[in-house]
Nanobody, 120 residues
């Protein structure tokens, strides 16, 4: 069994910053790609950023230059540093990890989601 627990969401003013964390625990042999997605009301879930095990990153155009994804492999944790935030960043943010077991199989696991609201 694998669990992902997110933290760090909340209310922030435009131009402000927040840092999200997502830690995995349970039957983990290796964590491959880690990523962050978001879903705003009435919209589809979209990729925000992801990071491979060797540190290669990928960002949505809307956040590139403002958000930074990073990971700590020893802690099975992924972070999302969000700066210069805009009202359009308001959404529920979900982490996603591709986790491999010692059997060789790998599955995708989602966090529970954390609300981020950018408003004055």
């Amino acid at each position: 069994q694998v669990q992902l627990v997110e933290s760090g969401g909340g209310l922030v003013q435009p131009g402000g910053s927040l840092r999200l964390s997502c830690a995995a625990s349970g039957s983990i042999f290796i964590v491959n790609t880690m990523g962050w997605y978001r879903q705003a009301p009435g919209k589809q879930r979209e990729l925000v950023a992801d990071i491979t095990r060797d540190g290669s990153t990928n960002y949505a155009d809307s956040v590139r230059g403002r958000f930074t994804v990073s990971r700590d492999n020893a802690k099975n944790t992924v972070y999302l540093q969000m700066n210069s935030m805009k009202p359009g960043d308001t959404a529920v943010y979900y982490c996603l990890m591709n986790i491999g077991r010692i059997s060789g199989y790998a599955d995708d696991y989602w966090g529970q989601g954390t609300q981020v609201t950018v408003a004055s």
